[in-house]
């Protein structure tokens, strides 16, 4: 094949990706892909926060270490964490060790045990958006906004139940990695697939 058939049939990816394997699996299989489960959108949400200051590759690298020190986000577990699981956390070298962001984190399970005795996280966070996700046709990375108005509603809604590190910023961060938005780039070659799985997506109301 020659170098310009090669050209023409290279995938083409958002521009944010890289060539690190991980960040490109990540970008091929994860970014963009709309999720219903409350545990997995909790965990989302608790390593964009982690992320706020860093780069998200940092976390990406990191995230089967996240997954095993916080007991796989599970939520029940993480709200009865004390002094002596703040200790061990800071000691471990496999996660970011920052100890706003390991209170916050616990603190965030409290907030979201709390809530679900009402109401799903999920249906919670979906229920902003009525219509289903929003599929955005962004030409460039200078189209696509730090936050929106919508993620500013979204943190503020965060807060007043209680989370922390879920400011608007981090906020819209999570709603494209979790599909509540498509912010691939329309020549990007996810576009179009996540679009897809975003129109027949159903969100959870209850």
Same mark, same amino acid.
């Given at each position: 094949m020659s170098r310009t058939s090669e050209a023409a049939t290279a995938i083409v990816r958002c521009p944010w990706t890289g060539t690190d394997p991980l960040y490109v699996a990540y970008h091929d299989e994860e970014w963009?892909?709309?999720?219903?489960?409350?545990?997995?959108?909790?965990e989302k949400l608790v390593l964009e926060?982690?992320?706020?200051?860093?780069?998200?590759?940092? !976390?990406?690298?990191?995230?089967?270490?996240?997954?095993?020190?916080?007991?796989?986000?599970?939520?029940?577990?993480?709200?009865?964490?004390?002094?002596?699981?703040?200790?061990?956390?800071?000691?471990?070298?496999? !996660?970011?060790?920052?100890?706003?962001?390991?209170?916050?984190? !616990?603190e965030n399970a409290r907030a979201f045990v709390k809530f679900s005795e009402k109401q799903s996280f999920a249906s919670f966070?979906?229920?902003?958006?009525?219509?289903?996700?929003?599929?955005?046709?962004?030409?460039?990375?200078?189209?696509?906004?730090?936050?929106?108005?919508?993620?500013?509603?979204?943190?503020?809604?965060?807060?007043?139940?209680?989370?922390?590190?879920?400011?608007?910023?981090?906020?819209?961060?999570f709603m494209q990695s979790v599909g509540m938005v498509n912010d691939h780039l329309v020549s990007c070659h996810r576009h179009a697939a996540c679009a897809e799985l975003q129109r027949k997506f159903n969100p959870p109301r209850s």
């Open positions: 963009g892909v709309p999720k219903a489960n409350s545990r997995a959108l909790f926060g982690f992320q706020s200051g860093l780069s998200w590759i940092t !976390i990406l690298r990191k995230r089967e270490n996240f997954r095993r020190a916080f007991d796989g986000f599970d939520a029940e577990k993480i709200a009865r964490y004390g002094e002596k699981d703040v200790a061990r956390l800071m000691a471990d070298p496999g !996660i970011v060790r920052n100890r706003l962001k390991v209170e916050a984190t !616990i966070l979906w229920s902003f958006l009525p219509d289903g996700p929003i599929v955005n046709y962004r030409n460039g990375l200078d189209q696509v906004p730090a936050s929106t108005e919508l993620s500013v509603r979204i943190s503020k809604a965060l807060k007043k139940e209680g989370f922390r590190f879920v400011g608007p910023t981090t906020v819209y961060a």
